[in-house]
């Protein structure tokens, strides 16, 4: 083709899927909006860039193919770097074009000079300045393959202005990435693990999701009889319904379970650093990279469909386990029915748990629930129920706030006909709640809920346990976020009866603009936290 580096970027792109970018406007990168404009990729411009790459990342989620974040020189990319951050440990393939001064300039002082590589070359599979501009195109595709290639992560490209000069290109062939094929005695090891095991459970993570690896999860733990939790987006890839899914009773892995398999997320701090009581740990990971260096468990690395469909197979003379899973039923049951009195709590000051309750049963099956927050959001994992694969967005274990109003921009511009539904921390809201105006610009109503305690919750409780006083923990009682929506041309309202939440959301789910539900909830409440986090 014949093109600048702005039009070779979209050409390449466009084979894997990639027709929507993020940004903040940048002199640096106009060239690549006016291939955007001679192209099919929608522009959706944010008002903070750690939006615009939070977006582009959940965008990348949401769709399973690249997220596309163009952000301009100097402060610009160090504003995205939480969020580029955020999609390395999340294993998110996200491509950040960054603009760059000019190289033939270089050294004098042009303005927002800054080499971003090296700033950003830790957090990224690939940091490169594209330095030739017949070569654009070239780099750019080797970049996305090298995001979506098991384990997938984010890339990073910056353009010196002088480089967008017309010029002769070729682009190479569309490619489909697949993982490694597993080694057969690694998967003969953990299949015999589980065949012989009485009390086994699989943790679901989130690369079984972005293997698209749902079908051959749900094939293999029925023919397994295997009990299923989740982490991450591993959260849908079965469905909460499903006679082997289980939510509320993770506490007794440590307890009864003899097998715990780890599927398709890290052992760290979520899971114990892997160890779960006395029970026998493996390790199912997307490539070999990503096995722990800090525990010695049996591993199997490669394409995660693959590895499922070879344990169905090696394992179908298993040990009967159906009191076993009977067992976690009735716990499952039992601790169900024991929610319901907080689900349903009318105390006042609000208990963040009654939101809960309300919002559960006006969830549809494929509604996004986002998660942008401490305790609130927490208590989002405890009690919302997730159907289906890409329905659950959360931060991840980098834990970076701000993330929520990023991944809601790209949750209704991926899923138009989903409920979108937000929940944010008061704490939380602080970081990115001006990208509401993100959301009206663009025509993307978003049901919001804040979760108002007036505190840093996840710090101020655990703080004065340990010290018996707290500082720097207090936020401004009751404040009205919602009119910072309404401000920025969306609606809300502010809740303090435990009895106006359902009727509040129900006005939410009906606007078709921005909302934001404001509920002012105990500050006393504690959220029951026993995970260490160190």
């Known amino acids: 083709m014949t093109g600048h580096a702005g039009d070779q970027t979209l050409a ?55 997220g596309l974040a163009v952000l301009t020189a100097g402060p610009g990319i160090t504003n995205g770097v939480s969020a580029i951050t955020t999609a390395w440990f999340n294993g998110s393939p996200l491509v950040v074009l960054g603009g760059r001064a000019p190289q033939g300039r270089w050294g004098s002082g042009s303005l927002q000079e800054l080499d971003h590589v090296p700033i950003v070359s830790s957090i990224t599979k690939r940091a490169v300045t594209v330095t030739d501009a017949s070569k654009a195109g070239l780099m750019v595709h080797e970049a996305a393959t090298a995001a979506l290639t098991p384990h997938r992560g984010p890339v990073f490209l910056d353009f010196p202005l002088d480089v967008f000069a017309s010029a002769q290109a070729e682009l190479p062939d569309p490619v489909t990435v697949v993982g ?36 051959a999860l749900e094939q293999a733990v029925e023919v397994l ?48 650093f892997g160890r779960f009581g006395s029970a026998r740990v493996a390790h199912v990971v997307d490539s070999a990279g990503q096995q722990a260096g800090h525990v010695d468990v049996p591993t199997v690395a490669g394409e995660i469909s693959a590895v499922l469909s070879a344990l169905a197979d090696h394992g179908r003379d298993h040990r009967d386990r159906e009191d076993w899973i009977v067992r976690l039923r009735d716990a499952e049951s039992a601790a169900a029915a024991a929610d319901e009195a907080s689900l349903s709590a009318t105390d006042d000051p609000i208990r963040p748990s009654r939101i809960y309750g309300e919002l559960r049963r006006r969830l549809e099956r494929d509604a996004v629930v986002i998660c942008d927050g401490g305790d609130f959001a927490s208590y989002a994992g405890k009690f919302i129920e997730v159907f289906q694969p890409g329905c659950w967005l959360d931060t991840g274990p ?60 996840l710090e101020k409780h655990p703080m004065r346990a340990i010290y018996g006083w707290d500082v720097a923990c207090d936020l401004q009682p009751g404040c009205r976020y919602d009119e910072v ?35 002012v909830t105990d500050p006393d409440d504690v959220y029951p936290r026993s995970s260490n986090l160190a």
């Open 225 to 272: 009889r295997v009990p299923c939790f989740f982490n991450g987006l591993g959260r849908g890839c079965l469905p909460a319904d499903h006679e082997l899914a289980f939510l509320r009773t993770r506490g007794l892995l440590k307890k009864e379970a003899d097998l715990v398999v780890v599927i398709g997320t890290p052992l760290d701090f979520r899971l114990g």
């Open 12 to 66: 390449a792109l466009a084979p894997f899927g990639v027709d929507t970018m993020f940004t903040l406007n940048g002199g640096h990168v106009w060239p690549f909006y006016e291939a955007a404009l001679h192209s099919d990729v929608r522009i959706v411009d944010t008002r903070h860039e750690q939006t615009a790459t939070f977006a582009a990342e959940g965008y990348a989620k949401l769709t399973r193919t690249p």
């Open 398 to 457: 980098y834990g970076c706030l701000g993330n929520g109003p990023g991944y809601a921009i790209a949750a209704r511009a991926a899923r138009p006909s989903s409920q979108i539904v937000l929940l944010l921390g008061d704490g939380a809201a602080g970081f990115s709640l001006m990208d509401a105006d993100t959301l009206v610009r663009h025509d993307l109503p978003v049901v919001m809920i804040v979760g108002n305690n007036g505190m840093w919750g």
């Open 180 to 215: 490694a094929e597993p080694d057969p005695a690694s998967v003969a090891a953990v299949g015999a693990l589980i065949a012989e095991a009485v009390r086994p459970a699989f943790i679901v993570g989130s690369d079984v999701y972005w293997d698209g690896a749902w079908a």
């Open 485 to 519: 929506v309404r401000a920025l041309g969306g609606a809300g309202e502010t809740v303090v009866d435990p009895g106006e939440i359902g009727p509040a959301l129900d006005r939410a789910f009906s606007a078709g603009v921005p909302y934001l539900v404001n509920v």
